[in-house]
């Protein structure tokens, strides 16, 4: 069962891994509500604005994929998605519940233990969530199975 999702990612470090993601998806892919190769830039925008888009991009959806790469913590717009995802949202006499969430681990970020290090954005993301934790490559493998997980841990 197809699941409107929504990725979370640092611009600079994963825009590569969320085209990926996107692929892996496959027919699936139609029922992704974020941006895209071909989204308008918006960092020219207001706050507020990219807020507002973001929300309308957001609410709709029952998964959100955090890509966890180096620098995920220097985004100012990360936190603020999962913040917004995880808790319930109502716009229009209709209520949102909160999302369901992959936390992606980029793969070299993973020791040879099958250990990463915690971070700010994996601990808010704990936090607010119980995530169906993952490395980008497992993702890439059976995205369906990964967001079928999530949907089932959302609270």
């Not at 892996?24 to 207001?46: F, R």
Request: net charge positive.
């Amino acid at each position: 069962m197809a699941k409107k999702t929504f990725i979370s990612y640092k611009y600079s470090d994963a825009k590569n891994t969320r085209d990926r993601i996107i692929t892996a998806l496959g027919e699936d892919a139609v029922y992704y509500q974020g941006e895209t190769v071909g989204s308008p830039d918006m960092s020219g925008l207001k706050t507020e604005t990219i807020k507002s888009k973001l929300k309308d991009m957001i609410f709709p959806t029952s998964v959100i994929i955090v890509i966890i790469s180096q620098n995920v913590d220097l985004s100012k717009w990360v936190d603020w998605e999962i913040n917004y995802a995880t808790n319930r949202q109502s716009r229009n006499g209709r209520q949102s519940q909160p999302n369901g969430v992959i936390m992606a681990i980029e793969d070299h970020l993973i020791s040879s233990e099958n250990k990463y290090s915690p971070n700010e954005t994996t601990r808010l993301i704990k936090s607010k969530s119980t995530p169906y934790v993952c490395s980008v490559s497992s993702l890439l493998n059976n995205p369906s199975r990964a967001i079928k997980i999530a949907n089932g841990r959302a609270q």
